[in-house]
């Protein structure tokens, strides 16, 4: 039997230290000895690891625990506050930032809306948002540990380079190279569908789901997936533009360059061209499109809940071939166009069991997501706190 290298050792301590972090963020306060139980550790095991941890300020004692007899135990708890992250959403139109502890509970959030849309402008505007969010972080050991970002465009995680953006007409731009100027400690670029898919699946309605889809139904429509428990990102980070299907190639003509794509039938920019010949005339900028559609259906003009409808009843059909193709277990659909799941739900519902395949959805659960406003955002700072914990 060969000894085990220096390497073997250090990757068999973060482990433990890993598996430790993990159970202690899941169940709130433990003592050693439940630890160990829980952990499959021996005991000596735990008690170092622990140790470690505390002089580390990562765990931290929280009071004594019951016993039938002899010592009470002392409890031990994650400590949620040894460091703090930022989630920061780069939309069309506006950039949305949060503070997070490692828990993922929400300190501050901020909002700016006309950002510069890209290169230097951007570049600079993020940094100044991040200070101004720096002075936001309560007192901690550690201070700022990370930075998640969501956008919305093609982003190759692996590098951080955001690839395209076509609603927000940007060149390619290494938006985690180009931050590190300002911020010096990791930066995770993800898709905001990929974030807040990430964020439903870590604390919000997807949590025991292993197979599902997050639609992100916003100016554009994009997706993400997740497999088998993992978000999936193919081989260069950039599944799931779901909404640059082509569903006619003779329909209207995309940002991306092709025409007909779904997310030209699915998303806020096909509500603005579908109700342009609307009378009352739209009036309204970009953002509040589909609160005001609403508005109108809600008063009963025709052409807002013809609109409406229309979106519902492609949604339903891109959700037929989602399931076809992936049968998950739960649709989760966010964003903006949430807000009209009146009007969006019983015309997807009715296209759905009109022609969906009874074998994949049958039993098929689609439900908008509660934080549909703010779940990329979450996930962005969700990203980053994962970053954080695989470090410890
Ligand atoms: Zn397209």
């Known amino acids: ?37 829980l952990t499959r550790l021996s005991k000596v095991t735990v008690s170092e690891v622990v140790d470690d941890l505390v002089a580390e300020g990562y765990l931290r004692a929280v009071g004594l625990g019951t016993a039938e007899m002899g010592r009470k135990p002392m409890l031990m708890a994650f400590k949620e506050s040894a460091g703090f992250v930022l989630g920061i959403e780069v939309a069309p139109r506006i950039v949305r ?44 050991r550690y201070g700022l540990m990370a930075v998640g970002i969501a956008i919305s465009g093609w982003v190759d995680f692996a590098q951080g380079v955001v690839v395209a953006a076509p609603n927000m007409t940007w060149a390619p731009l290494a938006l985690q190279e180009r931050l590190a100027s300002c911020v010096h400690v990791p930066i995770i670029v993800d898709n905001e569908a990929n974030a807040a898919l990430a964020y439903e699946h ?91 559609a609403i508005q109108q259906a809600r008063q009963g003009a025709p052409c807002a809940r013809q609109a409406l409808r229309a979106v519902g009843r492609s949604l339903g ?19 903006g166009m949430v807000e009209a799941w009146e009007f969006l739900e019983p015309e997807m519902m009715a296209v759905l069991s009109q022609a969906g395949l009874s074998a994949t959805t049958q039993d098929l659960i689609v439900t908008p997501s509660p934080h549909y406003q703010d779940a990329a955002v979450r996930g962005a700072a969700a990203l980053a706190c994962d970053a954080v914990i695989a470090r410890i």
Request: aromatic share 4%.
């Open 97 to 140: 930032l949060i503070v997070t502890d490692l828990m993922g509970d929400v300190v501050a959030t901020f909002e700016e809306s006309g950002v510069a849309a890209a290169g230097d402008d951007l570049i600079r505007a993020l940094c100044a948002l991040i200070s101004k969010a720096r002075t936001h972080l309560p007192q901690s």
């Open 202 to 292: 870590g604390h919000g309605i997807l949590r025991d789901v292993d197979h599902a889809v997050y639609l992100s139904v916003g100016y554009g429509l994009g997706s993400g997936m997740l497999m088998n428990g993992a978000v999936y990102r193919g081989h260069k980070g950039m599944a799931g533009e779901m909404g640059h299907m082509v569903l006619d190639p003779a329909g209207p003509l995309c940002t991306c360059g092709n025409h007909g794509c779904w997310e030209m039938y699915s998303s806020e920019k096909a509500l603005q061209r579908m109700m342009s010949g609307c009378t009352p005339a739209l009036t309204v900028n970009e953002g509040d499109l589909t609160h005001w």
């Open 1 to 37: 039997m060969t000894r085990p290298t220096r390497a073997d050792l250090n990757t068999l301590r973060h482990h433990n230290r890993q598996v430790i972090v993990d159970i202690m963020r899941r169940y709130g306060s433990l003592s050693r000895a439940e630890l160990a139980r």
């Open 317 to 335: 059909q891109g959700i037929i071939n989602i399931a076809n193709l992936l049968n998950p277990q739960t649709l989760v659909v966010g964003n």
